[in-house]
């Protein structure tokens, strides 16, 4: 069951990749649909030995409050309770009830129809999740199968992405894009894949050093053939050139977040291996060590980086992006003043910011270009707060799983998804990147099998019996 499902869902995300990045409506709904159906026969059809154990109980409590607020925003309620709940919202109700443009009950979201619409997406995103869990669970020690789709779309966007530069239908045409009109987006979808691709090329390279090795064979280290060497030896040198290649187009994409991102991701990888074994005495020399890895990187990153990244770079310099991205911050921040509480509704923030807007005026204000500033001001503190917490305990289950006494392939893969997530969670701090589907689905997807792995490494360390990897439909 394991392998189909991480199939369909590589199929699914490469749809919504391929169409523009799941931006356009009709296509995501064809992806939700198709969501639906390879979820279907999963809870239909019991897959022998049962589905995974649940996560932590406050988990799904915080997931559940979330869908509960965004449900809440969507319920007309009569005027007295609205200024109760947000009088900010009361307030605009009542404008538009005086020249008769809305009823006398009112939703709390600004606009219900937007919040229905990213609901949907949301739920999605939760299929998207729950499915990959289940994945990672069954597969056991062949977990690196539900990683392949994602090497795949990486390879596929990264050649998209080299034979569409500067073909101009990009927003700077300059940069690679692939099949997204950002960038940035591009840029984002990319760095999170690749502490994948960076981890199969070390797992190749230690298989290929452990087989150079002289020696007798045993149980644990057979001697393999040299048709068999080569093969590996095949294998090390595709997923090198597939390194560089995600890398490469990553930096090619411009994405000023992106370099820091893929810094903050591989600084990330860097970090479990030098921390995975700690020794109290050598702890100080582990993080000078890191710094100086990070370092050196993000000035090895600059300096061989193409000439886009360097233009990007010195634009945002010369015309204050950096400055009017604060302003946008800011002005965001009136309105998380002004809804508090229950957000002025998922998704509506195009709608609600535009009054507070006083940073160029004549231009349409979309997104906040800060996830966590936006998802504050469209859920409030009561569905923000959830939120964050779900995404921190995602990132923790998967940096756990790393440092755990699982097998090697199981911990690179935790390795990796803990990567990933601090990747895109650095470049939401000045872009937009999960509410793009495509995106928001990958972070899903590398989400849920941290969790499969974290649930795993404790049932191993409490040598509870888990299902074992052939126990599949």
């Known amino acids: 069951m394991g392998d189909w499902i991480a199939v369909a869902l590589g199929v699914v995300l490469c749809f919504v990749i391929w169409d523009w990045g799941g931006v356009r409506e009709p296509g995501w709904s064809n992806a939700i649909l198709a969501l639906g159906i390879i979820a279907l026969p999963v809870w239909i059809f019991r897959p022998a030995g049962g589905f995974a154990p649940p996560p932590a109980r406050w988990f799904l409590w915080c997931w559940l409050l979330v869908v509960v607020v965004v449900v809440l925003q969507l319920i007309p309620v009569p005027p007295g309770v609205l200024r109760v709940l947000s009088a900010r919202r009361a307030e605009l109700a009542a404008s538009l009830q005086g020249i008769g443009i809305w009823s006398s009950f009112a939703p709390l979201s600004v606009s219900p129809a937007l ?26 020690r062949r977990v690196w199968r539900l990683a392949v789709p994602l090497v795949a779309v990486g390879a596929m966007e990264s050649l998209v992405g080299l034979v569409r530069l500067g073909d101009g239908s990009g927003v700077e045409s300059a940069a690679a894009h692939g099949n997204y009109m950002n960038p940035n987006h591009f840029s984002g979808l990319l760095e999170m894949i690749l502490p994948f691709v960076v981890m199969a090329t070390v797992a190749a390279a230690s298989r290929v050093m452990r087989d150079s090795k002289p020696g007798r064979a045993t149980r644990s280290k057979p001697v393999y053939s040299g048709a068999e060497s080569f093969g590996r030896a095949m294998v090390l040198l595709a ?151 779900c995404a921190g305990y995602s990132v923790r289950c998967a940096i756990r799983a790393a440092v755990s006494a699982l097998d090697s392939p199981n911990r690179e893969m935790a390795a990796a998804c803990a990567a990933s997530m601090v990747a895109i969670a650095v470049h939401s701090l000045a872009d937009f990147n999960l509410y793009i589907p495509a995106n928001a689905m990958v972070l899903a997807w590398v989400a849920g099998l941290g969790c499969a792995l974290h649930t795993r490494a404790e049932l191993t360390s409490r040598s509870v019996p888990v299902i074992p990897a052939q126990t599949v439909l």
Not at 322 to 338: G, N, P, Q, Y
Request: hydrophobic letters at 50%; one cysteine or more.
């Open 239 to 389: 997923s090198a050139l597939l390194s560089c290649l995600v890398l490469g187009m990553q930096l090619r994409s411009g994405s000023r977040a992106g370099l820091v991102s893929t810094v903050a991701g591989m600084a990330c990888l860097a970090a479990i291996g030098l921390f995975r074994t700690p020794e109290q005495r050598r702890m100080p020399l582990r993080a000078a060590a890191l710094v100086a890895f990070s370092i050196t990187l993000l000035l090895a990153l600059v300096y061989f980086g193409p000439d886009v990244l360097f233009d990007r770079l010195a634009d945002g310099a010369r015309d204050g992006a950096a400055a009017s991205r604060v302003d946008f911050w800011k002005e965001t921040l009136f309105l998380i003043r002004d809804y508090p509480i229950f957000g002025s509704g998922l998704g509506t923030y195009a709608s609600a910011i535009q009054r507070y807007r006083s940073t160029a005026p004549l231009l349409l204000l979309d997104f906040a270009h800060n996830d966590y500033l936006q998802i504050l001001a469209e859920l409030g503190l009561l569905g923000a707060a959830p939120l964050f917490l």
């Open 115 to 140: 919040t229905l619409r990213h609901l949907s997406r949301f739920l999605a995103y939760t299929l998207v999740f729950l499915l990959a869990r289940e994945s990672g669970w069954r597969l056991g």
